[in-house]
């Protein structure tokens, strides 16, 4: 097998490109990386377009749930020019490139009672990732990405959602285009406000609900909390002002989840 040796291998070029945005959107794919989402790809049948492995390595020397399709092509990188190919600093030896799946809104609303995620303005990416592992964990039906939230095709999103990503529909839409979608089949928007008198624990969680997790600084915009149907206040010790997006917004799954499952 021919060993790659140049970072101006059109390969490896693709794959470095993808950790821009306007790229992953221009090519509709997205950089894998690891046998956990590589793997995870591959059980959701999402499309691979190739696979990089460091040095000699060959496909068996990891632990994949399954082989990829033999129209996948593998390709083998040299030590020092994959360590520059791939985002981490600890690689565990294998890339791939896949075709970035492709939901529409309506995916979102198609459990019975939906619970969906609505990101708003949420900017880190290991925030997102996290909340799209939880949300999956939790039985949400799918994850809306509102204008000026990072895209949940960002490596280091990827990376954190464990492969999440692939479990549920992932769709970018307008706050108006969901908010007509919430009123179609009749769910509830619910926003956290520390000031709320309702606690998370007190809300009916088994009816149809959609929950907005705000910017990590500014909070939920105005024009979503003031459309909100409902508000819920997490209660702390009063020493502590708030918490990390991602665990408000799992400590509200999961008492979803618990309230679901009565």
């Known amino acids: 097998m021919v060993l790659i040796e140049s970072l101006q291998n059109q ?4 794959y470095r490109s993808l950790a821009k945005r306007k790229y992953r959107q221009k090519y ?33 020397d990891f632990p994949l749930p399954c082989a990829p399709p033999a129209a996948v ?25 896949a075709v970035q799946p492709q939901a ?15 990101a708003d303005g949420v900017q880190d990416p290991g925030n997102l990732g996290t909340m799209m592992r939880s949300a999956a964990a939790a039985g949400a039906g799918g994850i809306v990405l509102l204008p000026g939230t990072v895209d949940a095709g960002n490596p280091k999103t990827l990376r954190a959602s464990m492969g999440a990503y692939f479990a549920l529909p992932v769709v970018e839409a307008s706050f108006t285009a969901l908010q007509h979608k919430l009123e179609q089949h009749q769910v509830q928007l619910v ?47 009063a020493a502590i002002e708030s918490l990390n997006a991602a665990i408000a917004m799992s400590v509200l799954f999961f008492e979803a989840a618990r309230q679901r499952r009565r």
């Open 104 to 118: 529409a809104l309506e995916a979102a609303f198609a459990q019975e009672a939906p619970l969906i995620l609505v």
């Open 11 to 14: 390969q490896l070029k693709l």
């Open 191 to 237: 926003v956290t406000d520390s000031r709320a008198a309702l606690t998370y624990d007190q809300y009916n969680w088994q009816q149809p609900a959609a929950v907005v997790i705000g910017n990590e600084g500014a909070g939920v915009s105005a024009p979503v909390k003031a459309a909100a149907s409902a508000a819920v206040s997490i209660p702390m010790a």
């Open 73 to 97: 092509k593998v390709f083998n990188v040299a030590e020092k020019v994959f360590a520059q190919t791939a985002f981490t600093d600890s690689p565990q030896g294998i890339l791939a490139v």
């Open 28 to 60: 509709g794919l997205l950089p894998l990386e690891g046998t956990r989402l590589i793997g995870e790809a591959l059980l959701r049948n999402v499309e691979l377009k190739y696979m990089l492995l460091r040095g000699e390595a060959q496909l068996e």
